[in-house]
Nanobody, 127 residues
């Protein structure tokens, strides 16, 4: 069992930056892929980015490419999502997800692909 805890959400203004973090505890040593998804108000959960934990290879959704980046702290099992130049379209609940099975990260863009989820953190961008 893997426990994921997201932090860093809140209210920001359009054009600001923020960093979300996801700490993986209990079973983190066997994680193969970690990801961020988001769910805007009234919409389905959508893929934001993922990372192969061992190599650091990442895949970023086209909708945030150039503004969002992933990084990891392997020693502490923490995944960071750096979001720059945010807009109202980035308003959503952001969820961290993890997978312990081998899969190509380029294909892992659907919520059902992931086995473990955090509780989510709200990001609200005011314009």
């Amino acid at each position: 069992q893997v426990q994921l805890v997201e932090t860093g959400g809140g209210l920001v203004q359009a054009g600001d930056s923020l960093r979300l973090s996801c700490a993986a505890t209990r079973g983190a040593s066997n994680i193969y892929i970690m990801a961020w998804f988001r769910q805007p108000p009234g919409k389905d959960r959508e893929f934001v980015a993922n990372i192969r934990w061992g190599s650091g290879a990442t895949v970023i959704a086209d909708s945030v490419k150039g503004r969002f980046t992933l990084s990891r702290d392997g020693s502490n099992n923490i995944l960071h999502l750096q979001a720059n130049s945010v807009t109202s379209a980035d308003t959503a609940v952001y969820y961290c997800a993890a997978l312990r099975r081998f899969r190509p990260i380029g294909t892992m863009k659907v919520p059902g692909d992931y086995d473990y989820w955090g509780q989510g953190t709200q990001v609200t961008v005011s314009s």
